[in-house]
């Protein structure tokens, strides 16, 4: 059994007390950028939180549509069809009034207004920023792990990374193709934010002769030297995996290389993938993970677990105090980087 008081906009003091069977109405909203597999988490959390007798609804546009109260009751028909289905149905925002108390004080009357008990946050670390922030004013919250970047801690994988990855991968065996034909190096740049996590894994799945991350300082003068040894090995294409947030992105990188007339022997092409990689249908891992994942964050809120983040530690469907999950940054596999320059060859 979990206590919790706290203090409405209009001076109301909400007391209330939740643990098994206690949760009568439960909402559940995507924030930040979408990524494939969070309308298969927002099946799951609907039908899982259906089956302990809850009302489930649905909050329009993240953060944005608690502060303006955009509910709508989900039933079991309302999530049927959705699970192959990429972005969300509920909609997605980046909400900075959230950032706010006094945002997240309206959002606290909204759900007071609506009788709405706990929320289920699917988002990457933005968006669990704000399930932290609501759960220290002692609201019932659980977050569920979901970024195309991989990036958030308390998840080795984040819902939506693998779908993203293997568009990325899609796109560089393409490339592959056309550059081989044309002895040409490829300069693909990936999303990812801050992180290189996308970056480094398409790179060593695509069989990258470099790959750029911000986790990594390089100089393109050394980089162009990694193509121009490639090259003279009689390598038919040359690929570079760069990291939008790498020190230079791919573009400038190219026009590096043209202003310091610098010869590669391969001819020169950048190709920017962008928001394609946010776009597809899911695929199994995603869809199961989110479903599992979905799963385990009614369970939490059932059993009176608040204030967690429910994501994947060494195969297993875990959960992670949401301070902890705030307070720490996800590193890189270093290892993998190593191997990453040894496979290069
Ligand atoms: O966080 C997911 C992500 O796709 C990042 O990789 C990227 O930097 C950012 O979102 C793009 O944001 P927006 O969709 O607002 O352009």
């Known amino acids: 059994m979990v206590e919790i008081r706290y203090t409405r906009l209009d ?24 990524a494939p597999g969070m309308n298969a988490a927002i099946r799951s959390v609907v039908r899982t939180g259906l089956a302990y007798g809850w009302e489930v609804y649905g909050v329009e546009h993240g953060y ?15 999530v049927g069809g959705i699970i192959q289905l990429g972005g969300t149905i509920l909609g997605s925002a980046r909400a ?19 009788g709405i008990e706990a929320l289920i946050v699917i988002g990457g670390n933005g968006s669990q920023q704000g399930s932290q922030a ?15 970047d991989n990036d958030l801690y308390g998840s080795e994988i984040t819902l939506g990374v693998d779908t993203a990855l293997n568009i990325a991968l899609e796109a ?63 390598k038919a294409h040359g690929l570079v995996v760069v990291a939008e947030g790498a020190k230079y992105n791919a573009q400038a990188m190219v026009d590096y290389f043209r202003e310091n007339h610098e010869d590669l022997g391969f001819g020169l092409r950048a190709t ?24 385990k964050a009614t369970e939490a809120i059932h059993k009176g677990d608040f204030g967690v983040l429910v994501g994947l530690t060494k195969g297993a469907i875990t959960t992670t105090p949401l301070s902890e999950v705030t307070s720490n940054v996800k590193q890189l596999d270093a290892g993998l980087i190593e191997l990453a320059k040894t496979l290069a060859m």
């Open 11 to 34: 001076g109301f003091e909400v007391f209330a007390s939740y643990g098994d069977g206690y949760m009568k109405r439960v909402a559940v909203l995507t924030s930040g950028g979408d």
């Open 64 to 78: 944005r549509g608690c502060m303006s109260g955009q509910f709508r009751p989900m039933t079991a028909r309302d």
């Open 96 to 114: 900075p009034a959230f950032e706010t108390e006094e945002g997240r004080r309206e959002a606290l009357r909204e759900f007071a207004q609506a």
């Open 134 to 148: 609501l759960s220290e004013m002692g609201f019932p919250v659980v977050g569920i792990a979901s970024t195309i």
């Open 172 to 234: 560089v065996d393409r490339l592959k193709v056309t550059a081989s034909s044309h002895q040409r190096a490829f300069l693909v740049e990936v999303m990812g934010r801050d992180s290189g996590y996308l970056a480094l894994m398409t790179g060593i799945a695509g069989g990258a002769e470099a790959i750029l991350i911000p986790e990594v300082d390089f100089e393109p003068a050394e980089i162009a030297q990694e193509l121009r040894e490639a090259y003279q090995r009689g």
């Open 272 to 295: 920017i993938l962008g928001h394609v990689q946010r776009g597809g249908m899911p695929g199994a891992f995603d869809r199961n993970l989110a479903t599992r994942f979905g799963a």
